[in-house]
């Protein structure tokens, strides 16, 4: 291989890890306070959503309901998947 085609191979292989780590960044997500989603009944209540508050950043802005958030607050409000005991 020359060095332009790793070069080429190496941009395109950072470009697509960029994309697949951030999944919710290009989504419409609905937006909703945090306090008014826990008031919520469970069958309304989004799966993923983003604080409406514009001083949040991420990942404290994007709040995910299933237990696979980034968001380390979102585990004590609705809990989350425990990775330790697999």
């Not at 395109?12 to 951030?22: D, H, Y």
Request: with cysteine; glycine share 6%.
């Amino acid at each position: 291989m020359t060095v332009s085609k790793i070069r080429r191979l190496a941009l395109a292989v950072a470009l697509a890890a960029l994309v697949a780590g951030c999944e919710t960044e290009g989504q419409r997500l609905p937006t909703i306070t945090a306090q008014a989603a826990s008031q919520l009944p469970a069958s309304q209540l989004p799966r993923v959503f983003k604080d409406p508050d514009p001083l949040v950043a991420y990942p404290y802005n994007i709040h995910e309901t299933d237990g696979l958030s980034r968001n380390p607050d979102d585990c004590a409000r609705w809990g989350c998947i425990d990775v330790g005991s697999w």
